[in-house]
């Protein structure tokens, strides 16, 4: 059980950094500073950085910047990476057209 | 760890948890508790979904408080709550390529207006007016202009910032276990983890798992599960913004405002889906079905590429509406289960009513037809 008040109060106010305007998912340009202030917000998973910044959610769907996200994630919370939560992985593996997806062969009745 | 009573603890950080603790809040009432099962808020139906803020083709007995929602909450939600939960009220077409698709799209409407609603069936050069990048094949389709979307993951997450920032405490992996009367009276929530929580009204807003919560106290609400899954594109270029459906049903969706198409599709088969609820798994069948019918009526898409696929579970009610009541036989508990996948649009306006039954007051619109007891043999 995790009470996030009294987490928010352990990790204190967000505090602005030299690099928090580097960029660290360059697919939906999310940057380390609007990262660290989500998770001043409440968002300590993961899967809520993702919905509320995106972060993770193009292209390359965080197999560039998962590592790195819960690498900022871990040090705003004061905890190690290990205890941080991958995000889900979804089909399709790489990005796939409309038109190929279509082929699998069913649509039997139409 | 802060003290574990309040005035009102919530189970279920979804959606409906979080408005109803920010409405709360927002009245005075900040000595609430929100227990989220998962580790992330919103995990369930509310990031689930298709962001529909729909009135069309609701029930009679829903649709007075989702135009209460559309009406008075939905316009002012992004500034109310400070984030940009990307509402668009540019309507919502509802596709047809028959005849007996252009007759059901009739009644639908029809049936709309006599309770108020603009819903119109209109002809095949209005919708290429409305949106030009539908098919040929499209010979008409219902409109309701008043219809729209949002971000379900960002209203979620917004509504729990701003209830956070209001002093109102969450707590997450708190999966309960049961409830306990005291005296006749609901009163404790006990975890599967064994923390012990009190609280004086307790609601129960934890999607189909409401049932086996409610359940540990006798109240057995008639709910079944069902799996929906969505498909979603890379960025696109900007084509529209209305809602999209078919008369049909085999697609709904719309372009989101990051340019992404987000469309929920079926294949056919879910009903013989057997996979335990904590499961999230999608099926390769389902996102090909959902293209050829998104191809159907979209040719253009046909070269956008996936990028994702996602699937959640929906608490079907067994009479397709939810049940939002107190209960008779347990002084202190509120149910707000059953939304049968569409209690998104609505969050807004359940959330508030839900703040009212707290404090004693008048529901905004009358919602008595919603009770957990409205449920009879039918034989």
Redesign the interface.
């Known amino acids: 059980?995790?009470?996030?008040?009294?987490k928010?109060k352990e990790i204190g106010p967000y505090v602005e950094a030299a690099d928090d305007d580097v960029l660290v998912c360059r697919c939906e340009e999310v940057t380390k500073g609007e990262i660290r202030q989500a998770v001043h917000?409440?968002?300590?998973?993961m899967?809520?950085i993702r919905?509320?910044l995106?972060s993770g959610?193009?292209?390359c769907?965080g197999q560039t910047c998962g590592k790195l996200v819960k690498g900022i994630v871990a040090r705003e919370l004061k905890v190690s990476p290990l205890e941080i939560?991958p995000a889900?992985s979804?089909?399709?593996m790489r990005?796939?057209?409309?038109?190929i997806?279509?082929?699998?062969g069913?649509?039997a009745n139409? | 760890?802060?003290k574990m009573t309040a005035d009102v603890i919530i189970i279920g950080g979804g959606v409906n948890g979080c408005a109803t603790a920010y409405y709360l809040a927002k009245q005075g009432i900040t000595d609430v508790i929100v227990l989220e099962a998962n580790?992330?808020?919103?995990?369930g139906g509310s990031?689930r979904n298709g962001g529909g803020v729909r009135q069309s083709g609701r029930d009679m007995r829903e649709l007075p408080y989702a135009m209460y929602a559309v009406n008075n909450m939905w316009p002012t939600l992004s500034e109310e709550l400070g984030v940009d939960v990307e509402y668009y009220q540019r309507g919502n077409l509802r596709l047809g390529k028959t005849d007996a698709h252009i007759a059901k799209l009739e009644g639908m409407a029809s049936k709309s207006r006599e309770l108020g609603l603009n819903m119109n069936v209109v002809d095949a050069k209005t919708v290429k007016e409305i949106c030009p990048y539908l098919s040929d094949e499209v010979i008409g389709a219902s409109w309701c202009p008043t219809d729209g979307h949002a971000n379900p993951?960002?209203t979620t997450?917004a509504y729990?910032?701003r209830a956070?920032e209001m002093?109102v405490?969450?707590?997450?992996?708190?999966k309960v276990k049961k409830l306990e009367k005291v005296k006749g009276k609901l009163r404790k929530v006990i975890?599967e983890?064994g923390?012990v929580f009190e609280g004086e009204t307790i609601i129960v807003a934890a999607g189909y798992e409401s049932r086996y919560i409610a359940r540990t106290v006798g109240v057995d609400v008639p709910l079944f599960k069902y799996f929906e899954e969505a498909l979603v594109?890379?960025?696109q270029p900007h084509m529209f913004d209305i809602m999209l459906g078919t008369a049909d049903a085999d697609f709904y969706g719309h372009q989101a405002q990051?340019g992404s198409f987000v469309f929920g599709s079926d294949?056919g088969l879910e009903d013989g889906i057997d996979m335990d609820i904590d499961e999230?798994k999608?099926s390769?069948?389902t996102?090909?079905?959902g293209?050829?019918a998104?191809?159907g009526y979209i040719p253009l898409?046909?070269?956008?590429?996936?990028?994702?696929?996602?699937g959640g579970w929906i608490d079907m009610c067994h009479d397709g509406v939810p049940v939002i009541s107190k209960v008779d036989e347990v002084p202190g508990m509120i149910l707000a289960c059953g939304f049968t996948g569409h209690g998104f649009g609505t969050a807004p306006a359940v959330g508030l009513m839900l703040s009212q039954m707290v404090m004693g007051k008048e529901t905004v619109v009358d919602i008595s037809a919603l009770s957990y007891d409205r449920f009879k043999s039918v034989r």
């Open positions: 059980m995790i009470d996030i008040q009294e928010l917000a409440g968002m300590f998973t899967e809520e919905r509320y995106r959610m193009g292209l769907q939560e889900t979804r089909a399709p990005p796939t057209e409309m038109r997806m279509a082929q699998d069913g649509g139409e | 760890m802060s580790k992330s808020v919103g995990h990031s993951m960002l997450l729990y910032k956070l002093g405490r969450f707590f997450t992996d708190a975890l983890s923390e594109t890379e960025m990051h294949s999230l999608t390769s069948l996102v090909s079905a293209c050829r998104i191809m898409l046909a070269n956008a590429k996936i990028v994702r696929t996602w």
